[in-house]
């Protein structure tokens, strides 16, 4: 009002200085425009803007300018402009891998909440068309180094498990159990080093085993993230080694009904399989399902004989015998979509049913009936092992006007039954029991039930970026079955932790994070069912042996992280120091038993301390119209890695003669890094090359000077595209060569053999074809074409030098439809 009086004299003042030159109707034309100025100068406003692409996923650090002011986007997606005058302005707002957007809006009392919606800015560069993408702005503002892919990467490199379909990339390897089985290595860390997330929940098995592949459906991963290098300030114990998020695919909003087919063949082991797809959604409700089935024969090797520890193995039609399986996944999905509310429900089932090499499986490999194997490459005969893994999920998101709250609820079921026939030794009967009530080849079971929630809370305050959240499980594994390795036990996990981002300026990001994690076992007494022969007092007595003991250990750890990411332009430079933990799992503590994959008898140490490792990890990316190079090394330090060590006992009677393995902890350092050139020689050729070595070293103990097992050899991939445009209806054609050439593995530790070098070379070729107004996606692969006898250092059949699989084409096919 004092400003509205103010201009109430000014214009009496004028008045009267210029009454002779004023008719009384341009006074009052000048008096209402004087006040109308200044009642608009009286009225400003807050205004916030919501940036979101166009399935509504927040985008954060966009810059939203309106007027003269500017802000970016916080974890909410939401920018707060504040003391904005009344009126009609240009909006503009901007995003890393998004379209800039511009558009002239009236801001007023009824107008001070503004929804934009980002279109995706699609660039072709080197060997895939990035559409989108969040993918850039995830990279460039998060200090950790990080590999993200979809489903087409996923199509494009089908291959027998997801784990195998990652392991194109740079410092991402597996672990290859046959044809249908494998686990993650990041940066030559593997097993319960490496964390596997899938829709915001651990997924949690017996992924300890070196023969126990995750139950994941590859055709059922939205986008995934693999994170490279520890992650134990996000995820908690077994992240020490990175982390691999599988995340749900996004079903878009008002779609109608819809869905894909997709099918998929392989000629090496006859392998055919495929899964259907059905969604459908409108304004704020979705649903999503799926069914796979998949069913492969033995797969074929380029030799016709392997050498199982020196003893001579011959293979029908270069077949490993059997290797065959049959896998099926059910999953559905639902949920609702609101502008402050979201919630998503998820269930899966997988089940699958794979058989053992059976001459590198139990006590006695050399007793094989190899004419009952080979009369057939589809039977899955003794050794075999059977997995389900039942899922549920939930997912709900709380959006407030400068803060999210997400809480992720889960339960899981998996149980595994290994059979095989039964094998006495020691003081075991002969003859089974009539007695037992464990069927006579159930050799092992492990049925575990798992309970997980997290619960985390993002806001912002000024240029801070905040999350704090508290996550935790329960697990109750019990087992059974004629032989031992590892006892029941029950296990709590439980981890609050801080986390903050500070945005500097557009150019430079600041991160920080603390965590705290708190862990507890407790381990079931375990005694034989049968009666072994012992000496007391100088007497022979026979009595049960116990094998475990009833006992508990709790650990507790404080981890830290410090980042940085500067992107002046065309650099972009992130860096990471850290601290991370990992509890040792239940085998490392309390296994005592054969490993009927290793013929080794393996003890656990109950005394053994939390794993703890530091790192430094430094990201430089350097992106021209034409080329880019990206270089990530790293550096690790474990001062008390734990191990498996050979010693030079074996043990007669409980373990068959088997050389006695025992846990132990020493002082390890890792380093190594990974390099990804790209070039684009014309519009429709492109080139690639992904480069990657690890070096490890033991510091201490009994193999000091050492490396790690299963270390990757130094590998690198030389990529040629050819990209043409053909016609409207043919798009997204390519023909790709990949040449892999891997150094031999010279730095091994006992009781590894070295791995010779190898060079394979790789075909993909692909192609969408318009038909009925629908996209359908072929793809076809090549894989070893020239055929070549190598064998892989992180392959769990190199242990018996067994080479990798021979020629195999893969053909697969993604029909979309639409119903309404």
């Known amino acids: 009002m004092d400003i509205i009086q103010l201009s109430f004299n000014k214009l009496t003042d004028i008045i009267k200085c210029n009454t002779q030159d004023f008719s009384m109707k341009k006074w009052y034309a000048l008096f209402f425009s004087c006040f109308s100025a200044s009642y608009v100068l009286a009225q400003n406003t807050e205004v916030s803007v919501y940036v979101s692409t166009g399935q509504r996923s927040a985008i954060v650090a966009a810059k939203v300018n309106l007027s003269t002011s500017s802000a970016l986007t916080d974890a909410s997606g939401t920018a707060i402009l504040k003391d904005i005058p009344l009126g009609s302005y240009v909006l503009v707002v901007q995003a890393k891998g998004y379209a800039d957007y511009e558009r002239r809006v009236q801001i007023n009392a009824n107008n001070r909440h503004i929804h934009v919606k980002l279109k995706p800015e699609v660039t072709e560069l080197k060997t895939v068309e990035i559409n989108s993408n969040a993918q850039n702005i995830r990279k460039n503002t998060e200090a950790r180094n990080v590999e993200i892919v979809d489903q087409a990467f996923v199509q494009r490199n089908l291959d027998g498990s997801l784990m195998k379909t990652l392991d194109r990339l740079p410092g991402i390897s597996s672990i290859g159990i046959g044809s249908g089985q494998s686990k993650p290595i990041i940066r030559g860390l593997g097993f319960n080093r490496v964390v596997v997330i899938d829709k915001g929940i651990k997924h949690e098995g017996q992924q300890w085993g070196a023969d126990h592949g995750l139950e994941i459906d590859q055709f059922a991963a939205g986008e995934i993230e693999i994170i490279k290098g520890p992650s134990s300030f996000v995820y908690g114990s077994d992240a020490i080694g990175g982390a691999i998020n599988l995340k749900p695919v996004n079903v878009p909003l008002n779609q109608g009904l819809g869905g894909s087919v997709n099918l998929i063949g392989k000629t090496n082991n ?317 085998k490392e503590l309390a296994a005592n038993g054969v490993n009927y994959h290793y013929f080794s008898y393996e003890r656990g140490n109950k005394n053994l301390a939390p794993e703890v490792a530091y790192q430094i990890d430094l990201g430089m990316t350097w992106t021209e119209k034409k080329w880019s190079v990206a270089l990530n090394p790293f550096y690790n330090y474990f001062p008390n890695y734990i191990y498996l060590n050979p010693t030079a006992y074996h043990d007669r009677f409980y373990g068959a003669g088997n050389q006695v393995f025992e846990y132990e902890q020493s002082s390890v350092m890792r380093y190594g890094a990974e390099l990804k050139v790209t070039y684009q020689w014309l519009p429709t050729l492109s080139s690639e090359f992904l480069g990657e070595y690890v070096y490890s070293e033991q510091l201490s103990g009994s193999k000091k000077g050492f490396t790690l097992p299963f270390s990757p050899a130094p590998s690198g991939l030389v990529n040629l595209t050819w990209s043409p445009k053909i016609s409207t209806k043919i798009s997204n054609t390519y023909f790709s060569v990949d040449y892999r050439l891997t150094a031999a593995q010279n730095n091994i530790v006992p009781p590894e053999k070295k791995t010779p070098g190898y060079q394979i070379i790789n075909l993909q070729m692909g192609s969408s074809f318009k038909f009925n107004k629908q996209n359908i996606d072929l793809s076809l692969q090549v894989q070893n074409l020239l055929d070549a006898k190598y064998l892989n250092h992180t392959s769990f059949y190199r242990l018996i030098s067994l080479p990798e699989a021979s020629r195999n084409i893969v053909f697969s096919l993604k029909m979309p439809f639409k119903i309404k």
């Open 270 to 586: 006859k392998h055919y399989g495929g899964s259907v797809n059905l969604f459908g959604s409108n304004e704020k409700w979705f649903f999503d399902s799926r069914v796979t089935y998949q069913n492969y024969a033995d797969y074929r090797v380029p030799t016709d004989k392997v050498y199982v520890y020196d003893y001579a193995v011959n293979l029908h039609n270069n077949q490993i015998r059997n290797t065959a399986g049959r896998e099926t996944g059910l999953h559905f999905s639902t949920g609702y979509v609101g502008k402050a509310f979201k919630t998503s429900f998820y269930a899966s089932n997988s089940y699958a049913k794979t058989g053992f090499f059976a001459n590198a499986h139990g006590l006695e490999p050399r007793n094989v009936d190899e004419a009952l194997h080979d009369a057939s490459d589809r039977d899955i005969q003794l050794p075999y092992q059977t997995v389900n893994h039942f899922k549920l999920i939930n997912r709900t998101e709380f959006s407030h006007s400068n803060s999210k709250t997400e809480v992720e609820l889960g339960f899981q079921h998996n149980y595994r039954q290994e059979f095989n026939r039964y094998t006495p030794h020691g003081f075991m009967p002969t003859i089974y029991p009539s007695y037992m009530t464990i069927p006579i080849n159930l050799e092992r079971v492990y049925d575990k039930y798992i309970y997980s929630g997290n619960v985390k809370h993002s806001f912002s305050i000024n240029k801070h970026h905040l999350q704090v959240g508290v996550n935790g499980d329960y697990q109750n594994n019990n087992i059974s079955g004629w032989s031992f390795l590892i006892p029941a036990f029950q296990q709590f996990n439980a981890g609050l932790f801080a986390y903050d981002k500070y945005i500097v300026n557009n150019d430079l990001i600041l991160h920080g994070a603390l965590r705290y994690d708190y862990g507890t076992y407790q381990f079931e007494r375990y005694d034989d069912w049968f009666l072994s022969e012992r000496q007391v007092n100088g007497a022979n007595s026979l009595e049960r042996v116990t094998r475990a003991a009833d006992f508990s250990r709790n650990f507790n750890s404080f981890v830290w992280s410090l980042g940085a990411n500067y992107n002046p332009g065309k650099l972009n430079i992130k860096t990471n120091v850290g601290k991370s933990f990992r509890m040792p799992i239940a």
